[in-house]
């Protein structure tokens, strides 16, 4: 009983949400992964673009048991490009908020590979009267990066379009939704297997 009012509280949500999740993608070991989850999540039109912040996105990402993606190696931006879509304007999970110029990810990996569109990424907003301290995709589909403000719509009228969320395991609410679809069998198995 508990899990289908776990079940019909997630599609409530859902409905309510404008934006649109995903089914989440594995890079698996076998595939030269890291058996971490990726789930691509979409603004909707209803997310006006107050709602579009990196900061907003990173608490969201966090609320779902993952966290905005870290791209750590060339293997891992190969991949995210070949299997995940269009990701042009999509938040990452890198910023240099604390210490302008030194970038470093949310997750405390380590910041070696970089993809920025450079030149100019990152320029900081190429003006002392603007920050850029949030990672972002580039708006072109081909994996470049490109440093942005939290808010860049007000700043530069640059529309976000969503934002890439990585985690361990299965992030919620998707395994839920994997549940509904008779996944959750196979998940669980894997889960269990995992320890
Ligand atoms: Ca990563
Ligand atoms: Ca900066
Ligand atoms: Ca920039």
């Given at each position: ?5 776990g079940i019909?509280t997630?599609?409530?949500v859902?409905?309510?949400s404008s934006?649109?999740?995903a089914?989440p993608?594995q890079?698996?070991?076998?595939d030269?992964g890291?058996?971490?989850?990726y789930?691509?999540?979409a603004?909707?039109?209803n997310?006006t673009?107050?709602d579009r ?7 969201t990402?966090e ?5 905005l993606?870290?791209i750590t190696s060339?293997?891992e931006?190969a991949?995210i490009?070949?299997?995940l879509g269009?990701l ?7 910023t ?6 030194t970038w ?8 070696g590979f970089t993809a920025?569109?450079?030149p100019p990424e990152?320029n ?5 009267a603007?920050s850029?301290?949030y990672?972002?995709?580039w708006?072109t589909?081909?994996g ?6 939290d808010d860049p719509w007000t700043v530069?009228?640059y529309?976000?379009?969503g934002y ?15 549940f ?8 669980g198995?894997?889960r269990?297997?995992?320890?």
């Amino acid at each position: 009983m508990k899990k289908v009012l776990g079940i019909l509280t997630v599609v409530t949500v859902l409905c309510i949400s404008s934006q649109a999740m995903a089914i989440p993608v594995q890079w698996t070991i076998a595939d030269g992964g890291n058996d971490h989850w990726y789930e691509v999540v979409a603004y909707g039109d209803n997310d006006t673009y107050s709602d579009r912040l990196w900061t907003i996105a990173k608490t969201t990402a966090e609320g779902m048991g993952g966290y905005l993606a870290t791209i750590t190696s060339a293997e891992e931006s190969a991949w995210i490009n070949s299997n995940l879509g269009d990701l042009s304007k999509y938040w990452l999970g890198g910023t240099d908020a604390a210490v302008e110029g030194t970038w470093t990810w949310i997750t405390g990996e380590s910041w070696g590979f970089t993809a920025w569109n450079f030149p100019p990424e990152p320029n900081d907003g190429d003006s002392p009267a603007i920050s850029e301290d949030y990672l972002g995709f580039w708006s072109t589909t081909d994996g470049k990066w490109n440093d942005l403000p939290d808010d860049p719509w007000t700043v530069h009228t640059y529309l976000m379009r969503g934002y890439l969320v990585e985690s361990n395991a299965v992030p919620e609410p998707a395994s839920m939704i994997l549940f509904g679809s008779g996944l959750f069998g196979l998940l669980g198995a894997r889960r269990k297997f995992l320890g």
